[in-house]
């Protein structure tokens, strides 16, 4: 279940959701929706880890791992002798390696994105059409039917203009 309250400017938002924690509420339950960009932790503090570098990481050593045995693995099965010159050339090898490992951290970075960004939504969530007009939503998930009704009487304790669940 979730309750989204909107409010009219970041400090009565601020103050919902210190109310919230002071109430008890885990502040990992809690999300801020803004059209403007805040930096985190104004309106929730969160120490949410990210696994989009992680992603990007492990995609660009997969590709470097596949454009290496791609290079390398091709010129081994199908040798072509010219001269005193090794069967794996360094150069071309190299640069098959750079460009794949380039497209999969890319593919990798978009990935992460995604998740991140919890893209597509599997689940329907709350929203209120305020939120894109400048207002600030303050969005909580919770497990009972209680503590959803406790967390919209503490929002509109702090001012929100709205309640939705």
Not at 18 to 29: H, I, M, Q, T
Not at 113 to 126: D, N, Q
Not at 140 to 147: G, H, L, Q, Y
Request: net charge negative; hydrophobic share 45%; aromatic share 10%.
């Amino acid at each position: 279940m979730e309750t989204l309250g909107t409010f009219k400017d970041v400090e009565t938002a601020v103050k919902a959701v210190d109310n919230l924690v002071k109430a008890g509420f885990s502040e990992r339950d809690i999300t801020s929706l803004t059209s403007a960009p805040y930096p985190d932790g104004v309106i929730v503090k969160t120490s949410q880890r990210t696994w989009f570098r992680w992603m990007s990481l492990g995609g660009g050593i997969f590709g470097a791992c596949a454009g290496f045995l791609l290079a390398a693995g091709t010129a081994y099965m199908y040798p072509v002798q010219t001269g005193d010159k090794p069967i794996i050339a360094y150069f071309p090898t190299g640069i098959i390696t750079y460009e794949l490992t380039m497209l999969f951290a890319i593919i990798g970075a978009m990935v992460g994105m995604f998740v991140e960004m919890k893209l597509p939504p599997w689940e329907e969530g709350v929203y209120d059409p305020a939120v894109g007009e400048g207002s600030i939503g303050i969005s909580i998930s919770v497990d009972s039917r209680e503590k959803m009704v406790r967390a919209a009487k503490i929002m509109e304790a702090a001012g929100a203009l709205s309640i939705k669940h």
